[in-house]
């Protein structure tokens, strides 16, 4: 099993940023590919980046040029940098973890969930 606790959403400005970070605990880490998603009300979850266990990095097309994966395996900590953050990025933001070591970009390819984070993004 593995637990994943998100941190780091709030509420920011147009054009501002903000760092999310998920921290996992329960079973080895650093083999598990993870990914973040994130879900506005009334909308199906989207893809937003993944990062296999070496660092192979996939992000979707809505945030790409702005916002960065990475991953500290040591810390078992995944984080998510979003810059030039718009009012379309306002949303709930989601950890989620694989057991296998590749990402994915569908959200039934993920067996580990985090509660989620809420961004708002005010214009």
């Known amino acids: 099993q593995v637990q994943l606790v998100e941190s780091g959403g709030g509420l920011v400005q147009a054009g501002g940023s903000l760092r999310l970070s998920c921290e996992a605990s329960?079973?080895?880490?650093?083999?598990?590919?993870m990914g973040w998603f994130r879900q506005a009300p009334g909308t199906e979850r989207e893809f937003v980046a993944g990062i296999t266990w070496i660092g192979g990095i996939k992000y979707g097309d809505s945030v790409k040029g702005r916002f960065t994966i990475s991953r500290d395996n040591v810390k078992n900590t995944a984080f998510l940098q979003m810059n030039s953050l718009k009012s379309e990025d306002t949303a709930v933001y989601y950890c989620a973890a694989r057991s296998v070591t590749y990402s994915a970009v569908v959200p039934t390819e993920y067996a580990y969930w985090g509660q989620g984070t809420e961004v708002t993004v005010s214009s």
């Open positions: 329960g079973r080895t880490f650093s083999r598990n590919a």
